[in-house]
Every structure is written in structure tokens, then in C-alpha cells.
């Protein structure tokens, strides 16, 4: 699909309060917590449990104001910086990271992790807000896509459906891996989420363009731009929703080989 016929999320936007209620909260009608909340929950902690990702920043760049994936991480990376798109979005999770007032409710999403990992619910939110130590706006029509500013390179990276919403086709999608790929220190890791075979989703009038891929375009990206493959998972969706059209959810974790 031409993405010309659907409006660009880093370009257009959107209410990020709402694509939280409609995709990720805990809501009886929320038909995607299978997908969007448990993958990629169960996905990264068993990643990261495993020991075999370790370092000192870890580097998030998903769409919208979303934070819940971020748990399994806080667990092994003293220092998160979270890089969004668009004012809206950082002052959306603003509001959660400094506990105000009209805050977007992850407690369903905490309790998720803390029956994995046997934590105390408030423990794992403290830990959390303690780790996220910056929230970033960053441009991807730049090369360097947090100019003026110089981070210190990353041991991790993760992106979720970041790069699906903002690459206009598949050229584009592997230059914006090489983009991340140029935050990310030697041998580090990138972690992808996202979305097999869909071509839009929706958040209230708006439709926005996702661009359409699979699992072996995914990977040969991702090898192309210097990475080796430790891991790829996809998942089949049983949903069946006029608010988003996909196939599958896809989990890849790669390194950094050069």
C-alpha cells in the first residue's frame, strides 16, 4: 500500500491517550492484550533472563507513549533513555514517569511481570521510574536522529513498531536500522517488535500508515545492516479488527557484528 494514502505517524501524529486506551490498557473490550501486552512482555524477560544481554544503557525508541515493555529491561540496565517522536508523546509519559495526576493506568501491565518475576507491584514501578533517567525527542529525517545531542553509545536497543510506522518502504526501513544501528556500541543487541503484513492502524478518525513486511524481510534488513541473528519469533494473530490489519506479531533479538 502507498503510504501517501494513509497519514505518517512522526509526520501527522496522533492521540497518544487514545491509541493507549485502544491498544494497550485493560479495558474488557481491548481485544489486543494477547499481542501487544503479553509477547512482547514474555518475549523480553525471557531475553533478558537468559544473561546473555548485558551492559550498562539501554536505549528505547517504540511507538507512542507505551512503557510496560520496558519492565523486563529495568531489571538488568541501570540507565534507559527513552527516545519519542513527538511532544504529545513524551508528555504523556511524563505524566506516569512523575506520578501526576490523570496518568495513564500500567498497573495491568505491571502485575504481568510481577507474576513472572514473584515481585512486589509497587517495588517494580519504583524500580522503573528510577531507571528511565531521560526522555528524549528524536528526529528520524536526520541521519543522527537525536542531533544537536551526543549519547553515549548504547548496549541495547529496543524498538517497537517504531520503524514500521515511520518507513515509508523497505529501503527505508533498512536505512532507519542503520540509524539505530549507529546509537548501538559493538556487539550490542536490537531488539524488534512489531507487526507482519499490515498496512494501517487507527487511532480515532485517524488512519496511519504501517508499512507491510515479513518475517524474512525482517531479518535480511537486519543482516544487511551488520547484525547476526540470535533470535526471531512470530506469533499469529487471532484477532480479527477493522482497527488495525495484521497477520502476526514478530519478536527479534540481533547483534551487533560490525
Not at 132 to 156: G, M, R, S, T, Y
Not at 237 to 247: A, E, N
Amino acid at each position: 500500500m502507498d503510504c501517501s494514502t494513509n497519514k505518517l505517524y512522526h509526520v501527522d501524529g496522533f492521540d497518544s491517550r487514545q491509541f493507549l486506551e485502544i491498544y494497550l490498557s485493560d479495558k474488557p473490550e481491548m481485544v489486543f492484550g494477547e499481542e501487544s501486552l503479553i509477547f512482547p512482555i514474555e518475549n523480553l524477560t525471557k531475553t533478558f533472563t537468559a544473561g546473555l544481554i548485558k551492559g550498562e544503557i539501554l536505549i528505547d525508541l517504540s511507538i507512542g507513549p507505551m512503557i510496560h515493555h520496558l519492565y523486563a529491561a529495568c531489571e538488568f540496565f541501570k540507565h534507559i533513555i527513552v527516545l519519542k517522536a513527538s511532544d504529545r508523546c513524551i508528555m504523556e509519559l511524563k505524566r506516569w514517569l512523575d506520578t501526576r495526576t490523570g496518568a495513564f493506568h500500567w498497573g495491568h501491565a505491571t502485575q504481568l511481570h510481577v507474576d513472572i518475576e514473584t515481585e512486589q507491584l509497587q517495588d517494580k514501578e519504583e524500580k522503573m521510574r528510577s531507571a528511565v533517567q531521560h526522555v528524549i525527542k528524536c528526529d528520524f529525517e536526520k541521519e543522527n536522529i537525536i542531533e544537536p545531542l551526543d549519547l553515549p553509545p548504547a548496549d541495547c536497543i529496543i524498538s517497537v513498531s517504531f520503524l514500521d510506522v515511520i518507513s515509508k518502504n523497505h529501503d527505508d526501513y533498512r536505512r532507519n536500522v542503520g540509524k539505530l544501528s549507529r546509537l548501538l556500541n559493538p556487539g550490542g543487541c536490537l531488539i524488534l517488535i512489531g507487526a507482519t503484513d499490515a498496512t494501517y492502524f487507527t487511532v480515532g478518525k485517524d488512519k496511519l500508515h504501517v508499512l507491510r513486511y515479513d518475517e524474512d524481510f525482517a531479518k535480511e534488513a537486519l543482516v544487511g545492516e551488520g547484525f547476526v541473528i540470535d533470535c526471531c519469533k512470530v506469533k499469529e494473530s487471532k484477532v480479527v479488527s477493522d482497527l488495525i490489519d495484521y497477520k502476526g506479531s514478530i519478536f527479534i533479538a540481533a547483534r551487533k557484528e560490525k
